[in-house]
C-alpha cells in the first residue's frame, strides 16, 4: 500500500486492468473527531467489463466513484485507472443556455479537439445516443431521458474509456429507465466501454452487469460478489433477474441489520 497520504492515482493504457482499488480508505475531518467513508476497499474491474455497485444510503459509493474519477482524494491505498475516466451524475448538469450540440462541442473544445472537427464529432456522438433531430434543443425543451442520453454523449465525446455512472436513471420513470437501459447496453456491447455503474435497485444492477458488488454500510468495503451468468438482453422482471436480486437484496439486509445493530 503506499505510504502517500493520497490515494496514488495513475491513469494509462499500459495497466492490465481498467481499475484498480487496493486497501482504499477515505476519511473527512480532523483527525481524532474524522468520520470514516470507506475503509480497505479492494475492487478490480477488467477492460470491457460492465459491474454494478449496490450498498445501502451512505456507504460511499459515490465517494469512490469521485475518488476513481479523481474529483476527491483518499486517505490512503492506491486506485489505478488503465485508460481515461467519464464519470456521469443522476443529474444530467447540461448547461441550460447551450443547445445539445454546443453542450457536447464544449466538452470537445476543453479535450483539445480543432474547432473544424468539433461539429462533426459532435453529430456523430449525437446519432450514437439516438438524438438526431434534437441537436439543437436547449435542455429544458428535452424529457429526463433524453437529457440523459445528451449526457452521455457529453461523457463520450472525452475519449472515455471507462463510464463511471452515479445513478444515473434514478430519477427516471420505469419505461424511460427501462429503454435507457437498452441504450446503454447496445453503447457498451458495441464498443470498447468499460461501465462501474452506482445503482440504489438491485434489480438495475442485476439487468445491466457482468458482476454485482455489494458494499457494507458505512465505512465501505466489498463484502459480496455476485456473478450475473445471464445472456443478453435481460428484463428488470424476469424470473432468472428477479431470483439473482433476491440473493443480493438479502445480503443487502443483513449487512444493514449487522450496522443497526453495532457489530
Given at each position: 500500500m503506499s505510504a502517500s497520504p493520497s490515494a496514488d492515482i495513475a491513469a494509462g493504457a499500459q495497466r492490465t486492468g481498467a481499475i484498480a482499488v487496493r486497501e482504499l480508505r477515505k476519511s473527512y475531518g480532523p483527525a481524532g473527531t474524522h468520520s470514516l467513508a470507506l475503509d480497505g476497499l479492494d475492487l478490480a474491474v477488467t477492460p470491457g467489463e460492465f459491474v454494478c455497485l449496490v450498498g445501502a444510503s451512505g456507504c460511499g459509493k459515490s465517494t469512490l466513484l469521485n475518488v476513481i474519477a479523481g474529483l476527491d482524494h483518499a486517505s490512503s491505498g492506491t486506485v489505478e485507472v488503465g485508460g481515461k475516466a467519464g464519470l456521469m451524475f443522476q443529474e444530467?448538469?447540461?448547461?441550460p443556455w447551450l443547445s445539445v450540440q454546443a453542450n457536447?462541442?464544449?466538452?470537445?473544445?476543453?479535450?483539445?479537439?480543432?474547432?473544424a472537427k468539433r461539429a462533426e464529432r459532435a453529430r456523430e456522438l449525437i446519432a450514437?445516443?439516438?438524438?438526431?433531430?434534437s441537436e439543437h434543443r436547449r435542455p429544458h425543451q428535452l424529457s429526463g431521458g433524453m437529457r440523459q442520453r445528451a449526457a452521455l454523449a457529453r461523457a463520450l465525446a472525452q475519449d472515455t474509456d471507462i463510464l463511471?455512472?452515479?445513478?444515473?436513471?434514478?430519477?427516471?420513470?420505469?419505461?424511460?429507465?427501462?429503454?435507457?437501459?437498452?441504450e446503454l447496453e447496445r453503447l457498451w456491447s458495441t464498443t470498447t466501454l468499460t461501465v462501474l455503474f452506482?445503482?440504489?435497485?438491485?434489480?438495475e444492477a442485476v439487468r445491466l452487469g457482468d458482476r454485482v458488488l455489494v458494499l457494507s454500510s458505512r465505512?465501505?468495503?466489498?463484502?459480496?460478489?455476485?456473478?450475473?451468468?445471464?445472456?443478453?438482453?435481460?428484463?428488470m422482471d424476469?424470473?432468472?433477474?428477479?431470483?439473482?436480486?433476491?440473493?443480493?437484496?438479502?445480503?443487502l439486509r443483513q449487512e444493514v441489520r449487522r450496522h443497526a445493530g453495532g457489530h
Open positions: 444530467s448538469a447540461l448547461f457536447i462541442e464544449l466538452a470537445l473544445r476543453l479535450i483539445g479537439v480543432p474547432r450514437l445516443v439516438r438524438l438526431t433531430g463511471l455512472m452515479d445513478e444515473p436513471f434514478g430519477a427516471l420513470d420505469a419505461i424511460t429507465r427501462d429503454l435507457l437501459h437498452d452506482v445503482t440504489h435497485n438491485v434489480r465505512p465501505g468495503r466489498v463484502v459480496r460478489e455476485y456473478a450475473v451468468p445471464l445472456g443478453r438482453p435481460r428484463r424476469s424470473a432468472e433477474v428477479v431470483t439473482i436480486a433476491g440473493e443480493v437484496t438479502e445480503t
